[in-house]
C-alpha cells in the first residue's frame, strides 16, 4: 500500500487544505503546498490590450502642452529682443484672461455667479501683487549674467516638462485642486522661476509686469482651461490641439529652421513613435495571479 494514501486518511495526519489566517496545519509545515495549489493561478488577468489609435489620441494632451510651452518661449525670446513691447504683452494677457473665462463659462455645467465672483477677487487680488512685486523681479538676478540666466530658465523648463502632470489627475473642478503630488509641484515652482529669472532681464516695471502675468496664466491655468475642453467635447480638444500645433510649427518655422525640424521630430516621438512602442512592448507583458495574492475585501452596500 502507499504510504502517502495511508499518512492523508490518517485521523493524525489529515488531508492538506488552504488555510487562511488559520495558523498551521498539523502533519505539514507552514510553507507546505500540494499540487492543487496552483490550479488558481491566472495569467495576464488584469492586462489591458491597448489600440494603436486610442493610445495616440491620448498622447495629444502632451503634444499641445509641449506646443504650449513653446509659445510661451518664443514669446520670451520675442519680448527679450523687443519685437514684442508691453503694450502688445498686455493685449495678449487680457486677451488670455477673457478667452479663459469665456471658456470655463461654456464648458462648465455648475458655475454659478457667486463662483465667477470668487473668480474674479482672486484674479484681481493676484494681478495686484504681481504688478507690486514686479519692481522687486526687476532687479533680483540683475548681478548674473545673461546666458546663466538662459541656461538655468531652460533648465527649468525640461523640468517642469518632465515633472508635469499630464494625466491631468489633480484637477478636479475650476480653480480646484486634488491632493497634488510633489512632482507637480515641483513642475510648477519650476516654471514660477523660469518666469521671473526671464522677467529680470527685461528693462521696465510694466515689460517684467506683462511678462510675468502671461507666464503664470499660461504655466497655472492653461491645464485647468485644456482639462475643461476635453471634458466638454473630445472632438473640439482634438481640433484645439491640432490647430495649437499647426500654429506653434508655423511660428517656430519663421523663427528657425532647425528648431522646427526639432519640434516636429519631438510631436512624431510622442504622438506615433511612442505609442507604438507601448503597443509593441504589451506583448512581453507577464503577470501571474493565485490564491499567493492579497485578499481584496468588496462591501456590497444595500441599504
Known sequence: ?????????SPTHPRWRKVAYGGMQAGYDDNHTDESFLEGMVMNASVVKRDMLKVM???????EYLCIV???VLVWTCTLASTIDENSLLLIDVGLLVSGFLILLFTQEMLSLSLLFHYFLNISFFITVLYVLA??????TRSISSDSIWAVAASLLILHLFL???SESTVKAPGVLKNPALTSCISVNASVV?????AS????RLHVFAIMLFSLQVFLFAPLVTYCIKKYSFRLHLCFS???MAMTLSFVYTLHRLLFVLLLSLLVFVNVVCPYWLIRIQEYKFEINGPWDEAKLCFDITD
Do not use: C, E, G, K
Open 1 to 9: 500500500m502507499n504510504p502517502s494514501l495511508v499518512n492523508n486518511s
Open 57 to 63: 489620441l491620448d498622447s495629444v494632451s502632451i503634444s
Open 70 to 72: 513653446a509659445l510661451v
Open 135 to 140: 519692481p522687486i523681479y526687476q532687479t533680483l
Open 164 to 166: 508635469h502632470d499630464y
Open 194 to 198: 523660469a518666469s521671473v529669472f526671464i
Open 201 to 204: 532681464r527685461l528693462p521696465s
Open 242 to 244: 491640432i490647430s495649437l
